[in-house]
């Protein structure tokens, strides 16, 4: 295991400027700490969908997930460095592949929410969004691996599916009506 934190603050960011895992320091505003504090903003969220009652399976998986994505922002937050595997992508899509099966075709677009663990877990597909976009943007100039793309695209998939179930469980989706007269 790598080093331990003793003392949390350390003083060396007060210009502005972190650590990357590679020793080399960078603005704290630089892409790259936007990816993988992003990253980490996707975890804490998940952290709130898995403090809430949601059926076992959704949790086994968020769970690994969360460890899924610590590995990511450990992969960001080191360039070159490789984590996530074209094995953890294909094991995402086959777990939502599982949950989408047991639900009916989707006809109409739903409005996030329904439920409060539906709604975290809509609020934690949109972060994701957001992360894939940021390295997107990162890929554009800096090497990122094709595997982590991929991974958090079916992440956000997943969370599209799991808020689905969370939401038909307790309630049901909210559809959207369209623009309602004035």
Known sequence: MG??????????????????GDGSRVGKDSLRVE???TIDELNSHLGLVLAYDIPPALRETLA?????LFDLGSELCIPGHRLITS???????RELDALNDKLPALKEFILPGGNLPSAACQISRTV?????????RLARDEDIATPALAFVNRLSDYLFVAARVLARADGGEVLWRGAAPH
């Open 64 to 68: 690994e997930t969360q460890h899924l």
């Open 87 to 93: 094995a953890q992508v294909g094991w995402l899509e």
């Open 35 to 37: 990816a993988y504090g």
């Open 128 to 136: 994701c969004r957001r992360a894939e976009r940021l390295m997107v």
């Open 3 to 20: 080093h331990r934190l003793s003392k949390i603050y350390t003083r060396t960011g007060d210009d502005g400027s972190t650590g990357l």
